[in-house]
């Protein structure tokens, strides 16, 4: 890069570091929201954060900033600047696309309807949340006009969470869930105990082995932390402070421990971004599925393995004694992997979850290629909910309610979901292909294997690769469920 | 006000609480820097602190925004209103003097002294943090050659602080310090038991107890919360969000419990500013002084009473039986009122604390009125205890190092702290002369007409008044040591 380009392209850093650091004061009001914020006082709270908000859209639609990128974007910059700058200017130009009326008008209806939807799952009564829910959908298809779309009108949506993903590309995908994980599923043979992981285990021993297991898995708590708050996630301020979240059961041992390994797998992956891309696509992981794929990979491929828990099962015996008295490593194992269909996705097994997202991403696509109405879906879930996972839906709350994303106005969100489980299973195998011992390393509780491999193959390079180029670039081939296939085939099969 | 100037009004308020908002995220990161933030993350921290400062300044010195000041100033506005625009346009008419070129210089030297200083008072080697210390001087006397000065040069500083205050005014009431409490200490005969609060006190039972008196006196947790950092403060977001913090200390009882009352009385004045004035120098405390007094009066007034242990004595000997059994109410409360001479402010008794405070003043006046340099101040320092407090100063951590103020370049915020004491028995002493059974009251745990004067008094009025006025109007004058002396000689005379 000549020199003038040099600094214009210094000009953009400064602006996107600018942005990025208001961006995580959003998101640390947005943390203490979650994790301290005393009852009273939500409304100042949500005032700050729609002020800070509309700073940063100012300055990701500023004019300058757009004729800046559209310079940058036609000189002949390496490769990372080059997706960087690409990466933002396609970000731009969407912006810009939405009129100030409509952004408020899009924020209000999802104001609205998270309030309606809070309200009916509480009564169990979708005909509350129904009008907010139309409102919204009107909305939805709105923004797919404004923004435009080549194939499929849900494809506009979809990129939103995952850069480049297509119904084409989903239908595929899912078409296989359909012909191949349905009937694998109904020819498991139920095994397993439920009732040994809901005894009664005290919350101080819990938390204490889940930041343990976290500590013993590899996320840095000297770049992070970990809290309680009602429904965990991940939340990242810059790679070097990323903070989790949980929440404790005592009736239920897995329901922290198998957040905390899950969550410290998306917090590993944001303390794994290289720092000195602060800012800038090429310090931000890569997409929402890929994101997922390292949750998944900790939470299902490692955490609920035998070879995971040759470690850590002993230790938990010392800390659960009574609990677990008598019971083997087998029965152990067993009964963190029944699988049973069930009605709620947060609760399914690493197999039925993936009919779960199966449901969403088909009416999702109804949703954005028809002008189906509120009450028409509930249909649909219903029925779908009969002839893929095989329940009878008895109350909406467990049914239609049961998730927050669609009163958010996320639509396209859940797909990421399932996408995440596949790659996670595709990246494991070719971790196995080169380490061949790491399942006796990880049971000697020696992760360094995995970790040297995700980093050199998924978190330096933030989002400078496209999903599906950066799993080409990792395993060879682009996003392949026969991988998933194989995982859950030697682990659930004969 | 005709539509127009209400209109012209509301712009300016806009604008205030969109600054106020931005300033509330500040100090939510500033909160989280110093309550939860993981050892690694101060840098990233930092730097996403100085992008929101840089943000919040350019919206203070707008031009626009200036010229509406100036615009609404002419007009003939009600009394709230009127000081709104006043205090706002000095604020603005002061940031706008300082280039941005001396507000980069400023706060890189106190970033500089600020380190200096902490390396310097773990090593108790002054000669570290002297040369970083003349830089910033020469920084201070730069600040009031910008802004400019009518009769002594300190008066610019003291103004940051604490409006309108002047070295003609504090040169009286440290002359009546010196003339009556210096004499009336060194008549005070030593009692109380000094080893009876420094016992072993679990830090699981000092937590509790110190939650459940901020919840007797009156601070309300729906609306703010207490956490643990290493120097206790109090910080607001907003009177709907109040936090205090405070540190436990098992081998000190008063090191937590007055940390509480002292913040509790900070925080409650914070909860009771009128929260329709948000953003609006009406919603914002009077001054450094009057806050002080808040904390002061339930702190000392109240807190170190015998009348308030009448109520909480028995409860605390219900969580410390061990520690306390044998030792009466009297006893208890001599050993909490403990007068001795030493070296550290924040562990003076409430007489010798003002002695604490008149020698940073002289040394202050001194500073901004000659052109000492640091190593002559630190032995002006030493003199000063000698001759004032009676203590030979055995090493700089326990001398000129103690205190950090300096290093953050408050120059003129010492002696907010003695005026707040002294406001502080001023304003007991009317609830007194108003409420004959206040202290019965209290004597029960009830604190409502204590509650009632400060509302309709100090909370309500935010800033409209400076502390002068305010006091005036509360108790009838203008400040009065003799308040404060009358309050020590009942205590600690005869």
Redesign the interface.
């Known amino acids: 890069m000549n020199i003038t380009i040099k600094q214009k392209y210094q000009e953009y850093v400064i602006q996107m ?2 942005i990025a ?2 961006g ?3 998101s ?2 947005s943390w ?1 929201n979650e994790v ?6 939500h ?3 949500a ?2 954060l ?3 908000s509309g ?1 940063i859209h100012g300055l990701t639609t500023d004019k300058k900033f757009g004729k800046l990128l559209r310079d940058l974007a036609k000189e002949d910059l390496p490769l990372k600047h080059r997706r960087n700058i690409a990466f933002s200017l396609k970000e731009y130009d969407k912006n810009f696309k939405f009129s100030q009326e409509f952004v408020v008008k899009k924020t209000m209806a999802i104001a609205e309807a998270f309030h309606a939807w809070s309200e009916a799952k509480t009564k169990a009564d979708f005909t509350i949340f129904a009008p907010s829910l139309d409102k919204l959908l009107a909305i939805v298809r709105e923004e797919v006009r404004i923004v435009g779309y080549e194939h499929h009108p849900y494809d506009t949506m979809l990129d939103n969470y995952e850069p480049e993903l297509t119904v084409t590309k989903l239908d595929k995908i899912f078409g296989q869930v359909k012909s191949q994980l349905v009937p694998f599923i109904q020819q498991i043979k139920p095994q397993g105990d439920k009732k040994l992981l809901h005894q009664h285990f005290p919350k101080d021993k819990q938390w204490a082995f889940g930041l343990d297991l976290l500590k013993s898995i590899g996320f ?6 970990q809290d309680i708050s009602s429904h965990p996630f991940t939340i990242s ?2 790679s ?2 990323v903070r989790l979240t949980t929440r404790v059961d005592e009736q239920d041992f897995a329901n922290m421990t198998w957040s905390c390994i899950h969550e410290g797998g998306h917090g590993m992956y944001e303390q794994g971004l290289p720092a000195k891309e ?1 800012g800038l696509p090429s310090g931000t992981y890569a997409s929402l599925a890929i994101h997922e794929s390292q949750s998944r990979l900790w939470e299902n491929n490692i955490g609920r393995s035998k070879f995971f828990w040759q470690y850590h099962y002993p230790r938990l015996k010392k800390i659960f004694p009574a609990q677990f008295q008598g019971t083997s490593l087998q029965q152990f194992y067993l009964a963190l992997n029944i699988v049973k269909k069930n009605h709620i996705r947060t609760e399914a097994d690493e197999l039925h979850y993936h009919l779960h997202v199966l449901i969403r991403y088909e009416i999702e696509k109804e949703i954005l290629s028809s002008s189906i109405k509120a009450k028409d879906i509930k249909e649909l879930w219903n029925e779908h909910y009969k002839n893929y996972v095989g329940v009878k839906i008895k109350n909406d709350r467990e049914g239609i309610l049961q998730d927050v994303h669609w009163s958010h106005g996320s639509f396209g969100y859940f797909p990421t979901y399932s996408l995440g489980s596949f790659y996670a299973a595709q990246f494991f195998a070719k971790i196995k292909s080169i380490h061949t011992d790491v399942e006796n390393k990880i049971a000697k509780g020696d992760y360094s294997q995995v970790h040297t491999w995700l980093k050199d193959n998924i978190y330096k390079h933030g989002r400078t690769y496209t999903a599906e180029e950066l799993c080409k670039k990792a395993t060879g081939s682009g996003l392949d469920f026969g991988y998933f296939m194989s995982y859950v085939e030697r682990k659930y099969g004969g």
Do not use: H, W
């Not at 301290?36 to 006082?41: H, Y």
């Not at 840095?220 to 932390?225: A, H, K, L, T």
């Open positions: 570091q600018k650091d208001l995580a004061a959003a640390v009001l203490d301290n914020i005393p009852s009273g006082s409304n100042l709270r005032k700050q729609a002020t800070l700073v840095n708590f000297e770049q992070g932390r301020f810059g070097e402070d602060y």
